[in-house]
């Protein structure tokens, strides 16, 4: 059964400096999503992306952070500048087109900013 | 108010219990309602995925959407310690691609 994969499963870095968090979606899929869950806390919905494009985001997702989808199979979220508040889980999603398809999610990346 | 409110519990059942898990929102234009299981330190895992009102089935899981009250349920019955994990309720609208998650409730099954 396909899946959302993401790497590295861990990352651990220390404040200020910059992450890249990988993601490969399912492959048909056309719309991806980065969350954050903060440990203890709710899943926190980041950005959307379709058609190579930002399509929503949230008030977290401000100028430390970018999406891109650089070939035809990854879509990565780089965090500049990290932050001691920027340790979390990130999760990463993905869903094909169409109101009634819901999303996947990969396993996640564990971030810790020291 | 938040766009979906659900009871963090946690909550602690016996083996063999049926557990009721609820979520409610305030957004009358959500129209589709997911569950989501997740083990510590994993990725949420897709359960069941309604559209609109009514009830859907599936194994031991149902899931129940009342549009009117606002108000949905994930029921699971002949628990086992196997379904201990924290569910997290979903939802979104028809127009834009955000979908909005409740806090998750932590759930125990006591063998």
């Known amino acids: 059964e396909p899946e959302v994969t993401q790497t590295p499963s861990h990352q651990v870095t220390q404040m200020g400096q910059e992450v890249i968090l990988r993601c490969v979606p399912i492959s048909n899929h056309l719309y991806f999503y980065w969350y954050r869950q903060i440990l203890g806390q709710k899943v926190e919905f980041l950005v959307s992306f379709y058609n190579n494009e930002i399509s929503e985001k949230s008030e977290i997702f401000d100028d430390q952070f970018s999406v891109e989808r650089p070939d035809g199979s990854n879509f990565t979220l780089k965090i500049r500048s990290t932050k001691l508040e920027d340790s979390a889980m990130y999760f990463c999603a993905s869903r094909t087109s169409g109101l009634q398809e819901t999303q996947y999610f990969g396993p996640g990346t564990r971030l810790l900013v020291l | 108010q938040k766009e979906v409110e659900q009871d963090p519990g946690p909550l602690s059942v016996p083996e063999g219990a049926i557990v009721s898990l609820n979520c409610t929102y305030s957004?009358?234009?959500?129209?589709?309602f997911m569950w989501y299981r997740q083990y510590s330190r994993k990725g949420p895992e897709l359960l069941m995925y309604?559209?609109?009102?009514g009830n859907k089935e599936d194994g031991r899981f149902t899931a129940q959407v009342d549009k009117s009250s606002k108000y949905i349920s994930l029921f699971i019955r002949d628990s086992q310690p196997s379904d201990s994990a924290t569910y997290l309720c979903a939802m979104r609208g028809t127009a834009g691609n955000q979908f909005y998650f409740g806090t998750g409730t932590s759930l125990t099954v006591i063998p």
């Open positions: 957004n009358s234009a959500f129209q589709y």
């Open positions: 309604t559209y609109s009102s």
